[in-house]
């Protein structure tokens, strides 16, 4: 029971710290809301307003006809009409466009006739996410182009016409706010609870308060205990109102298991943790603990699959990720936001949780121990 006592006297210490800090207390509550909303809004790779020129070589109802389902999207905005192809190299290169429709001399005869029909459309390709949903969106307006056409009696018997019929799973309206949003809460929460734990060590050297604690009757691990406890509270209770301000606010589905959302939360707190303490036990002042965080976080999120997608990166920086816990929260929260999942299917992302946790704790504590004598 004594020992109860101390470590819960310990975690009191802590926390009084944390919250007497007025630094402290802004690094747990405000950048968690500042990044969440700004990521909610600013990462998102939906394309809207897609600015597009117009060569139309035709000039006749048909083609106009085509025009009109472009000029009726929030997709795509209209900023000029070509007079000719000449005009269109300069629009490209100057980015007054990033996609030029072309509407051939012959499109409204051959569509007519029941002939294979063929408009081309010029995108700019330097940004290659723009160019590629860009593609996408163009091949469903031509798609429904068609498919009016056939249901309107226009096109004539015996024409051919492609209809393509795309579906997708989870995600059915393809909004990737929802890829973003649903692993916001850990990817925000692991800055909290790294900068937190890396500074509470080094903090403790910097005040002059760190002998004082060495004289006092506590173990080392009991003190490293008591250090870890709140950045897990703090950590867990921000992703958990994170994810819910993600199905509230940002309309992201919640389809999965509530339990298996707070262990997998509680996994990743624990293994971000003992990196966290790990830092700090090798840090001898704030300004060493802050920079070996920001070494950590970077690396972390880039290679965690939360911007770009892991099987993209060659295969030795993929097998590289697999030490990074951030990849292993980021996988399950999508998971279970968006695919429904249970703990059956979150297990194999939980023990590699788990395993990162047993490897740096112990290094932590001898380290602390080592420094301490």
């Excluded at 747990?28 to 939906?46: C, K, M, R």
């Excluded at 300069?90 to 499109?107: C, E, S, Y």
């Excluded at 009757?217 to 921000?238: H, N, Q, R, Y």
């Excluded at 606010?249 to 943790?273: D, E, N």
Aim: aromatic share 10%; hydrophobic share 55%; proline share 5%.
């Amino acid at each position: 029971m004594q020992v109860i006592r101390r470590i819960l006297a310990l975690i009191g210490k802590e926390l009084k710290m944390i919250m007497s800090d007025p630094k402290s207390r802004f690094v747990v509550i405000g950048p968690p809301l500042i990044q969440f909303f700004l990521f909610g809004y600013a990462a998102t790779f939906d394309v809207s307003e897609v600015r597009y020129a117009v060569c139309d070589q035709a000039r006749t109802v048909e083609s106009r006809e085509l025009l009109a389902h472009f000029s009726g999207t929030d997709n795509f905005r209209l900023v000029t009409t070509l007079d000719g192809v000449q005009q269109i190299d300069a629009t490209i290169d100057n980015g007054n466009a990033r996609m030029i429709i072309l509407i051939p001399n012959d499109f409204s005869e051959r569509l007519l006739g029941g002939e294979e029909t063929t408009i081309q459309v010029i995108v700019d390709g330097r940004n290659s996410n723009v160019a590629a949903i860009a593609q996408g969106y163009v091949g469903e307006i031509v798609n429904r182009f068609n498919r009016d056409r056939l249901a309107s009696g226009s096109a004539p018997a015996g024409a051919v016409t492609l209809d393509l019929e795309q579906r997708a799973w989870f995600n059915a309206n393809l909004l990737s706010r929802w890829f973003v949003v649903a692993p916001l809460g850990g990817t925000i929460c692991m800055v909290v609870v790294i900068i937190l734990t890396s500074l509470s060590v080094a903090r403790e050297r910097e005040f002059g308060t760190f002998d004082q604690l060495l004289v006092a009757p506590f173990t080392p691990g009991e003190i490293l205990l008591a250090k870890s406890v709140p950045g897990i509270l703090f950590g867990l209770i921000d992703s958990l109102l994170l994810a819910v301000a993600s199905v509230w606010w940002f309309g992201v589905p919640f389809r999965g298991s509530s339990v298996a959302l707070v262990l997998v939360l509680s996994l990743f707190m624990i293994s971000i943790v003992g990196i966290g303490l790990l830092i700090s036990s090798l840090s001898m002042t704030m300004q060493q603990a802050l920079l070996g965080s920001f070494i950590f976080i970077m690396p972390a999120v880039i290679l965690s699959g939360f911007i770009s997608p892991i099987e993209n990166m060659p295969q030795w920086l993929q097998t590289g990720t697999l030490i990074n816990p951030l990849r292993y929260v980021v996988l399950a929260l999508r998971r279970i936001f968006l695919e429904g999942a249970g703990f059956d299917l979150v297990w194999p992302l939980m023990w590699p949780l788990m395993l990162i946790a047993m490897v740096t704790l112990p290094p932590a504590a001898w380290l602390f121990r080592h420094r301490a004598g």
